[in-house]
């Protein structure tokens, strides 16, 4: 593995390899043989647009190419930041050819996120669509370049101006040295609980893991139809199982530009869509549009809902309208928890699933570390064939972040059922959960105490009916106190993703502190909730 990665010890990766866990096989070589299989069924599908297994395949090889002629090799990263457009699909593939890994970035990101990646992966090229809801990324392009040594190579999917378009990186294809099984093959991101975000290192080994026994888990097969309505460059839409589960099932993966009930549901009815992954506020759109919608939305046969919380009430509207409810419970860094198409109703909408496989090991532990009695809640701890050992240069980190026989602290609270099915009971770590988009609080406050005008300020979630949560700020004003407004356009002009930035501002003259000198965030979400009561902003 690369250095920088910490790696499972020989005697347990031997174990998942001999109990079938990791098989040997690159998430380049995954798509050689499902061009082999499946030839001309369709594989992809955006827009008007249709290409075959056999053409990704052949799209994979000739950008593989060029990406080897421009330098990129065995263990380069390389920035990606695309919406769901085919030429992110491409790209991964041709970089798991290469043998580069790709840093998946979302598209909201800005400087304040995207710099620092860079810095950190040392990555060699950036990707960047031209243009993406109306920002232009070439202009974010060139700030990275600026203040990122290694950065050789900017690519554009589009009009590129002074950089190099992706139309013009394709090659006819040439050999290619394999990666190894056990190399890195792409970065995700941590949700940021404690800063900025981590780079999570997945291995070919454990992603395929991944995505196998999650379609599986789902019942995917050669007539699925996946509807990718979360951004792909988000673990859940990627792997779980995602695009990368459908296409591992021989399905075909529908490409949607936004996750709205009037673009989805058209591509439902079109394409026969018969599986989906939403986080739980889109859900409730979707419950709420399909009251009105004149669209067939009879195809679907699974939802899966995962990324926040999810109400026992609107489980139970997703399970009657738009079709059979899967909860998913999951984490970048790995475990995956999902229900089974077979589990009772009162399991599927009560619970977040069982852990995929026999290999996956659960412990809930109290404050002391030790293991609470079963039913009792605790943090969440986990290792296994597809859970991470550490994250990317991170090992002042990674000896917080994982006990030293390897298990993972998640940060969420949980506990298991006498069934052994997991139900999340909220979170450790400073993080509000803004439906599904991870805001923590801690890189917010630093942001914040950056404006002239703020003394002190403290950053927590407060309810809300559609996203579960949104963001407030309480601000001890130095001088005349800052307008939400104010603030806002200060954090998006420093280059805050806009979901980051706060949907409430409260002045105070003074923070509440415990006993022991912290802020009391729990005093401040009561008063929060009390003030506003669950209300929209």
């Known amino acids: 593995m690369m250095p920088g990665c910490v790696e499972w010890p020989e005697e347990v990766a031997e174990r998942y390899r001999r109990e079938g866990y990791w098989r040997g096989e690159t998430l380049g070589d995954l798509l050689r043989r499902l061009a082999g299989t499946h030839g001309a069924k369709t594989a992809l599908v955006s827009g008007d647009s249709r290409w075959s297994y056999a053409e990704l395949d052949a799209r994979a090889d000739r950008l593989a190419a060029g990406l080897r002629e421009l330098g990129v090799g065995r263990g380069d ?3 990606v930041q695309l919406p769901n457009i085919p030429e992110l699909v491409f790209l991964c593939f041709a970089l798991f050819r290469v043998g580069a890994a790709p840093v998946l970035a979302l598209p909201p990101h800005r400087h304040s996120e995207i710099g620092p990646l860079a810095e950190a992966a040392g990555a060699v090229a950036y990707v960047v669509p031209d243009t ?62 404690t800063g900025r975000s981590k780079l999570i290192p997945r291995t070919h080994d454990d992603y395929v893991c991944n995505i196998r026994v999650s379609a599986e888990n789902a019942g995917l097969n050669e007539t699925s139809v996946y509807l990718a309505a979360l951004p792909v460059a988000h673990n859940y839409a990627l792997g779980c199982p995602g695009v990368l589960g459908t296409l591992h099932a021989g399905g075909t993966v529908v490409l949607t530009p936004t996750p709205s009930p009037d673009d989805a549901f058209a591509l439902i009815e079109r394409e ?11 859900a409730q759109l979707w419950v709420e549009a399909a ?17 926040a919380a999810l109400s026992g009430e609107l489980a139970h509207q997703v399970g009657g309208t738009l079709g059979r409810l899967q ?18 109703r009162e399991v599927l909408v009560s619970t977040q699933g069982r852990p995929l496989t026999p290999a996956d090991e659960v412990r809930v532990v109290g404050k002391d570390g030790r293991d609470v009695p079963r039913g009792e809640v605790g943090e969440l701890l986990v290792r296994g064939p597809y859970t991470i050992r ?38 450790v770590k400073d993080v509000i959960n803004r439906g599904g988009d991870k805001v923590p609080a801690e890189e917010v406050e630093d942001h914040l105490l950056a404006h002239p005008e703020v003394h002190a300020v403290a950053v927590v979630a407060m309810p809300d009916p559609l996203l579960g949560e949104r963001t407030c700020a309480y601000i001890v004003p130095r001088g005349g106190a800052p307008s939400l407004k104010t603030i806002q356009t200060f ?27 912290k802020v009391d965030k729990a005093r401040l979400r009561a008063d929060i909730a009390h003030r506003r009561g669950g209300r929209r902003p």
């Not at 090992?395 to 052994?420: M, Y």
């Open 327 to 344: 909860q998913s419970f999951g984490m970048a860094e790995g475990l995956l928890s999902q229900s089974r198409p077979d589990d009772p």
């Open 390 to 427: 550490g994250y990317y240069r991170a090992p002042e980190h990674n000896a917080a972040a994982f006990t030293s026989d390897g298990f993972f602290r998640s940060g969420d609270l949980a506990r298991l059922t006498d069934t052994g099915h997991l139900v999340i009971a909220g979170r």
């Open 77 to 79: 990263r390389v920035l």
């Open 132 to 193: 993406c809801q109306g920002f232009d990324h070439r202009e974010l392009a060139r700030q990275v370049r600026a203040s990122t040594p290694s950065l050789l190579h900017v690519i554009v999917v589009g009009d590129p101006q002074e950089f190099t378009a992706l139309a013009d990186v394709e090659r006819d294809p040439v050999p290619l040295a394999p990666p190894d099984p056990g190399d890195v093959a792409l970065f995700l991101l941590s949700g940021g609980t």
């Open 272 to 282: 026969r869509v018969t599986v989906t992954g939403l986080v739980p506020s889109l």
């Open 491 to 517: 954090l998006r002009k420093r280059g805050v993703a806009a979901y980051k930035v706060p949907d409430w501002v409260e002045d105070v003259s003074a923070l509440p502190y415990t006993p022991v000198g």
């Open 291 to 307: 009251g009105w919608s004149r669209q067939d939305l009879s195809s679907l046969r699974l939802v899966q809902v995962g990324g």
